[in-house]
C-alpha cells in the first residue's frame, strides 16, 4: 500500500505562506504606526510650546503697546507719529493673532490624526490577537500532520510485517495441506483473517487518498485565496480523516494480534502432527468478524 505524503500538500504550503505573509504584513503596519504615533506626539508637543511662546510674545507686545501709548514722550509726538505707531501695532497684534489661530488649527489636526492612528492601532492589535490565533491553530494542525507522518511509518512498517506472516503463514498451509492434516475450522479463520485484514489495508488507504483528493480538488478550482472558514472546515474533514485512520488502525492491530495467536496455535498443532502427538482437541476458534 502506498499512502500520501502528507508534508508535501500543496494546501498546507499556501496556508502557511500566506500566513506568514499576513504576519509580516501586520508587523509592518504596526511598525509604521508606531512611528507615525511618535511622530504625531512630538509634533504635538513642539506645538503647544511655540502656541505657549506665541502666547506671550503676544502678551508682551500688547504690554509694550500700552507702554508706548502711556509713555510721557506721547506728548511731544504729533497726531501723525501717534496714529502710525497705533497702526504699527495693530499690525502686528494681527500678524500674531493670525499665527495662534493657525498654530490652534494645526494642534487640533495632528489632535485629530492621533485620535485616528490610535484607533487604527486598536484595530491592528485586535487583528494581531487573531492572527496569533489562526498561527496557533496552523501550528495544531500541523502537528497532527506530523503525528500522521509518523503513523504512516509506522502503518508501512506493520504492513511488512504482516506480508511476512502472510508469507509464512501461507507456505505453512501449503505444506500441512501437502501432509492432508489441516485443519479445516483452522484454515477457514486464517482465511476470514487474510480476507478482513485485506479489506482493512484497502480501505485505509482509501480513507488516506480521499481527504487529500478532495483538498486537491478543491484547490484546482478556484485561483483566489481561500477564506479561513473554508480552510478551517478542510481542515475538521482532515481531521475526521485521519480519526477513521486510528480506528482502522487500532482494528488491523487487533487483527493482527489474533493472527498471530492463531498462528502460534498452527504452529504448535504443525509440531504435534510432526512428533506423532494427538491433538486433544479441536482449534479454538470464536466469531472473528467480531473484531472488525
Given at each position: 500500500m502506498i499512502l500520501p505524503d502528507l508534508e508535501e500538500n500543496p494546501l498546507m504550503a499556501e496556508i502557511t505562506d500566506l500566513q506568514n505573509k499576513e504576519v509580516g504584513t501586520y508587523r509592518s503596519a504596526m511598525g509604521k504606526?508606531?512611528?507615525?504615533?511618535?511622530?504625531?506626539?512630538?509634533?504635538?508637543?513642539?506645538?503647544?510650546?511655540?502656541?505657549?511662546?506665541?502666547?506671550?510674545?503676544?502678551?508682551?507686545?500688547?504690554?509694550?503697546?500700552?507702554?508706548?501709548?502711556?509713555d510721557a514722550d506721547i506728548a511731544v509726538m504729533t497726531k501723525a507719529e501717534i496714529a502710525d505707531r497705533i497702526a504699527s501695532l495693530k499690525f502686528k497684534l494681527a500678524s500674531e493673532t493670525s499665527k495662534v489661530a493657525t498654530q490652534r488649527d494645526r494642534i487640533q489636526q495632528l489632535q485629530n490624526e492621533l485620535i485616528k492612528k490610535n484607533d487604527s492601532e486598536k484595530e491592528l492589535l485586535k487583528l494581531n490577537r487573531v492572527q496569533q490565533q489562526q498561527r496557533g491553530n496552523l501550528q495544531h494542525h500541523q502537528s497532527h500532520m506530523?503525528?500522521?507522518?509518523?503513523?504512516?511509518?509506522?502503518?508501512?512498517?506493520?504492513?511488512?510485517?504482516?506480508?511476512?506472516?502472510?508469507?509464512?503463514?501461507?507456505?505453512?498451509?501449503?505444506?500441512?495441506?501437502?501432509?492432508?492434516?489441516?485443519?479445516?475450522?483452522?484454515?477457514?479463520?486464517?482465511?476470514?483473517?487474510?480476507?478482513?485484514?485485506?479489506?482493512?489495508?484497502?480501505?485505509?488507504?482509501?480513507?488516506h487518498r480521499q481527504p487529500l483528493h478532495a483538498v486537491i480538488h478543491e484547490s484546482a478550482q478556484t485561483k483566489e485565496i481561500i477564506p479561513l472558514k473554508e480552510k478551517l472546515a478542510l481542515l475538521n474533514k482532515l481531521e475526521k480523516a485521519e480519526a477513521r485512520v486510528q480506528t482502522l488502525e487500532a482494528q488491523l492491530e487487533a487483527n493482527s494480534k489474533l493472527w498471530g495467536r492463531k498462528k502460534q496455535e498452527l504452529l504448535t498443532k504443525l509440531s504435534e502432527h510432526r512428533h506423532g502427538f494427538v491433538p486433544t482437541g479441536s482449534t479454538v476458534l470464536h466469531n472473528v468478524s467480531a473484531v472488525s
Open positions: 504606526m508606531a512611528e507615525d504615533i511618535i511622530a504625531l506626539r512630538t509634533q504635538v508637543v513642539t506645538l503647544e510650546a511655540e502656541n505657549s511662546q506665541l502666547r506671550s510674545d503676544l502678551s508682551l507686545h500688547q504690554d509694550l503697546g500700552r507702554h508706548l501709548l502711556d506530523a503525528n500522521m507522518a509518523t503513523l504512516e511509518v509506522t502503518i508501512k512498517r506493520q504492513e511488512k510485517v504482516i506480508e511476512k506472516t502472510e508469507k509464512a503463514l501461507e507456505s505453512k498451509l501449503r505444506e500441512m495441506n501437502r501432509q492432508g492434516k489441516t485443519d479445516c475450522r483452522g484454515q477457514e479463520t486464517e482465511l476470514a483473517l487474510l480476507a478482513e485484514n485485506t479489506r482493512l489495508r484497502e480501505e485505509l488507504d482509501r480513507i
